[in-house]
């Protein structure tokens, strides 16, 4: 038989940051010592105390369907949170909770788009950020930024890349890749450009919120009433709380796109696991200060790789000011030719280090970034020391 699956499928691309992390383990299963710096992921375990929630949620039978846009407690805990950490107000119907934050992006992908609506991305963008959006048949319209201005898009040119087709902006922040951060008055001035613009919506997403190392604070685009109707606030529990594969995300939204991703996924998931929520009650009740422990180690290793990568040549990074990032821009090697490798691009040079320097990093490619590298620093301080010393070897 032929092949028979979807033009749909067909062109989507896999996960750059998924294919990476397979491509590392083969690599070991194949006796290799690869230290992966690709994966988005913290190496803490998740805290105890929500740990704790989850074990009680089973011994209390928490076990039926749960309510398709979340349990009750959990909307509520989430209104409280946005309350407390973003001074946004939302009311229960205007909040859905999700398998995770990317669900809840897919979500309102699907709940807003149509055939050939375009989308605007600042690059760097989120790895999924692009094809979340064709799945949705929209078209991604690409604005690249500059390591000069911090990876951010300026006013200027978020009104050269609006036509008529336009439908909406979708940034994070802290972003992912980049680290960088939109301050409330950055964010004031894209929301100016926008007034002229009243039928374009904003996905905000802000998982990294407690994840800043106190450069910039922490902005919603919802917070300026002007924007609020607008909005779709995204944001999860995988990173700041170290629960990834607990799989919860969410949203606050106009109501009635929070009806539609209610709707959408109805049909789709129903509501997402029952002991990953009333864990998740507990994270979003209890202080964000209870996971700072997490945020001042990132700190820490985040002042070690920088100093550690700006001793080789050729790495040019910026200073992330949020996330567990560094995007060092690389075009310095393309060109060259390295233990009888010939690097075109970032994608080349990835691979070398992979193969060269039993290092995993990700293309900057796949952030909508040719002169990039994305690498974590979500790892032990022996594996960033040990990680750097290789791929300096490997580079002289
Ligand atoms: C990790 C990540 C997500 C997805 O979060 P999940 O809750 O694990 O689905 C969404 N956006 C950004 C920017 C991320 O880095």
Same mark, same amino acid.
């Not at 293309?363 to 032990?380: K, L, M, P, Q």
């Given at each position: 038989?032929?092949?028979?699956?979807?033009?749909?499928?067909?062109?989507?691309? $896999?996960?750059?940051?998924?294919?990476?992390?397979?491509?590392?383990?083969?690599?070991?299963?194949?006796?290799?010592?690869?230290?992966?710096?690709?994966?988005?992921?913290?190496?803490?375990?998740?805290?105890?105390?929500?740990?704790?929630?989850?074990?009680?949620?089973?011994?209390?039978?928490?076990?039926?369907?749960?309510?398709?846009?979340?349990?009750?407690?959990?909307?509520?805990?989430?209104?409280?949170?946005?309350?407390?950490?973003?001074?946004?107000?939302?009311?229960?119907?205007?909040?859905?909770?999700?398998?995770?934050?990317?669900?809840?992006?897919?979500?309102?992908?699907?709940?807003?788009?149509?055939?050939?609506?375009?989308?605007?991305?600042?690059?760097?963008?989120?790895?999924?950020?692009?094809?979340?959006?064709?799945?949705?048949?929209?078209? $991604?319209?690409?604005?690249?930024?500059?390591?000069?201005?911090?990876?951010?898009?300026?006013?200027?040119?978020?009104?050269?890349?609006?036509?008529?087709?336009?439908?909406?902006?979708?940034?994070?922040?802290?972003?992912?890749?980049?680290?960088?951060?939109?301050?409330?008055?950055?964010?004031?001035?894209?929301?100016?450009?926008?007034?002229?613009?009243?039928?374009?919506?904003?996905?905000?997403?802000?998982?990294?919120?407690?994840?800043?190392?106190?450069?910039?604070?922490?902005?919603?685009?919802?917070?300026?009433?002007?924007?609020?109707?607008?909005?779709?606030?995204?944001?999860?529990?995988?990173?700041?709380?170290?629960?990834?594969?607990?799989?919860?995300?969410?949203?606050?939204?106009?109501?009635?796109?929070?009806?539609?991703?209610?709707?959408?996924?109805?049909?789709?998931?129903?509501?997402?696991?029952?002991?990953?929520?009333?864990?998740?009650?507990?994270?979003?009740?209890?202080?964000?200060?209870?996971?700072?422990?997490?945020?001042?180690?990132?700190?820490?290793?985040?002042?070690?790789?920088?100093?550690?990568?700006?001793?080789?040549?050729?790495?040019?990074?910026?200073?992330?000011?949020?996330?567990?990032?560094?995007?060092?821009?690389?075009?310095?090697?393309?060109?060259?030719?390295?233990?009888?490798?010939?690097?075109?691009?970032?994608?080349?040079?990835?691979?070398?280090?992979?193969?060269?320097?039993?290092?995993?990093?990700?293309?900057?490619?796949?952030?909508?970034?040719?002169?990039?590298?994305?690498?974590?620093?979500?790892?032990?301080?022996?594996?960033?020391?040990?990680?750097?010393?290789?791929?300096?070897?490997?580079?002289?």
């Amino acid at each position: 038989m032929s092949n028979q699956l979807s033009d749909r499928i067909n062109s989507l691309t $896999p996960s750059a940051t998924l294919e990476m992390a397979a491509k590392a383990r083969e690599l070991r299963a194949a006796g290799k010592d690869i230290i992966g710096l690709s994966l988005g992921e913290p190496d803490f375990n998740t805290p105890d105390y929500i740990k704790e929630a989850a074990i009680r949620a089973i011994n209390e039978d928490y076990n039926s369907y749960t309510p398709v846009d979340g349990y009750v407690e959990l909307k509520n805990a989430i209104i409280t949170k946005f309350k407390r950490d973003n001074g946004l107000t939302y009311e229960a119907p205007q909040i859905v909770v999700s398998t995770g934050a990317k669900q809840s992006l897919y979500n309102v992908a699907q709940s807003v788009l149509n055939k050939g609506d375009e989308v605007i991305l600042p690059c760097p963008y989120w790895v999924s950020y692009a094809d979340i959006v064709k799945l949705a048949d929209g078209v $991604p319209v690409e604005v690249p930024t500059s390591l000069e201005n911090d990876f951010k898009m300026t006013p200027e040119q978020l009104e050269a890349a609006i036509t008529p087709k336009t439908k909406m902006l979708w940034y994070s922040s802290p972003c992912n890749p980049s680290g960088s951060i939109y301050s409330k008055k950055e964010l004031r001035a894209l929301a100016d450009v926008l007034q002229k613009y009243p039928d374009i919506v904003v996905v905000s997403d802000e998982i990294y919120e407690h994840i800043n190392y106190g450069v910039t604070e922490h902005a919603s685009m919802a917070e300026f009433a002007d924007m609020y109707d607008r909005t779709v606030t995204v944001n999860g529990v995988a990173k700041a709380f170290a629960m990834t594969g607990w799989r919860i995300g969410y949203i606050g939204a106009p109501a009635y796109i929070a009806r539609a991703c209610n709707k959408l996924q109805g049909q789709v998931t129903s509501g997402a696991n029952c002991i990953a929520q009333r864990a998740v009650i507990t994270a979003l009740e209890e202080s964000p200060e209870r996971i700072k422990y997490m945020v001042d180690e990132f700190k820490e290793r985040r002042k070690l790789i920088l100093g550690l990568l700006n001793e080789i040549d050729g790495f040019k990074c910026n200073e992330p000011e949020g996330a567990f990032y560094v995007y060092p821009d690389v075009t310095a090697y393309f060109g060259k030719t390295l233990n009888g490798v010939k690097i075109n691009n970032a994608s080349d040079f990835a691979m070398y280090l992979l193969e060269h320097a039993n290092v995993a990093t990700v293309t900057g490619d796949a952030f909508g970034n040719g002169n990039c590298i994305r690498i974590s620093y979500a790892a032990s301080v022996k594996e960033i020391e040990e990680a750097v010393k290789r791929i300096k070897a490997s580079l002289s």
